[in-house]
T-cell receptor, first 116, second 110 residues
Framework: GAVVSQHPSRVICKSGTSVKIECRSL??????MFWYRQFPKQSLMLMAT?????????EQGVEKDKFLINHASLTLSTLTVTSAHPEDSSFYIC????????????FGQGTRLTVV | RKEVEQDPGPFNVPEGATVAFNCTYS??????FFWYRQDCRKEPKLLMS???SGNEDGRFTAQLNRASQYISLLIRDSKLSDSATYLC???????????FGTGTRLLVSP
């Protein structure tokens, strides 16, 4: 099956710093990628839809200036958590499909962010 | 009301047991439905799609009842390796956005 690679898998950062998370589609081109966040014992919540070559679409309640998304190529989307705070500590995960009509969404391995 | 609701469990069952999970969704316009499996601290992986006609894949059977907005997953002859969290997922029509339930945790014991 298709592979989506996410990096880093774990990161610990100090409060106030920024963290960049990368999501790559390794064997297909993804015009659209999705970024989710999962807090402990909660469901994955969609944060934003990343569109290649255009602005990301953010879900209600997600601050676009805090969670910067860049989708500069058909195989790479990045999520930058700016001025991170302890409440941003979570499991961030991206997903993509081989093409818009594909049934299966493939997920990256996820990034566990801890802000201290 | 949550868009997708599941019993969080955990469901503790012995090997060989049959276990059923249920899920309800609120958006009647939803078109696509899935069960994903998520192991602890890992990414979700597609287990199976769910169709109105029902579908079966080995020990796993999924059913969809559109009238009741209800989805089910049946696991027969449970294995230790089935221990995981099972996520009920509904696709937001036309936008490819997936809406996840909180998941139902299954623990299969020897």
């Amino acid at each position: 099956g298709a592979v989506v690679s996410q990096h880093p898998s774990r990161v610990i950062c100090k409060s106030g710093t920024s963290v960049k998370i990368e999501c790559r589609s390794l064997d297909f081109q993804a015009t659209t990628m999705f970024w989710y966040r999962q807090f402990p014992k909660q469901s994955l919540m969609l944060m934003a839809t990343s569109n290649e070559g255009s602005k990301a679409t953010y879900e209600q309640g997600v601050e676009k200036d805090k969670f910067l998304i860049n989708h500069a190529s058909l195989t790479l989307s990045t999520l930058t958590v700016t001025s991170a705070h302890p409440e941003d500590s979570s499991f961030y995960i991206c997903s993509a499909r081989e093409h818009p009509g594909a049934t299966e969404a493939f997920f990256g391995q996820g990034t566990r962010l801890t802000v201290v | 009301r949550k868009e997708v609701e599941q019993d969080p469990g955990p469901f503790n069952v012995p090997e060989g047991a049959t276990v059923a999970f249920n899920c309800t969704y609120s958006n009647s316009a939803s078109q696509s439905f899935f069960w994903y499996r998520q192991d602890c601290r890992k990414e979700p992986k597609l287990l199976m799609s769910v169709y109105s006609s029902g579908n079966e894949d080995g020990r796993f059977t999924a059913q969809l009842n559109r009238a009741s907005q209800y989805i089910s997953l049946l696991i027969r002859d449970s294995k230790l390796s089935d221990s995981a969290t099972y996520l009920c997922v509904v696709e937001d029509t036309g936008f490819q956005k997936l809406v996840f339930g909180t998941g139902t945790r299954l623990l299969v014991s020897p």
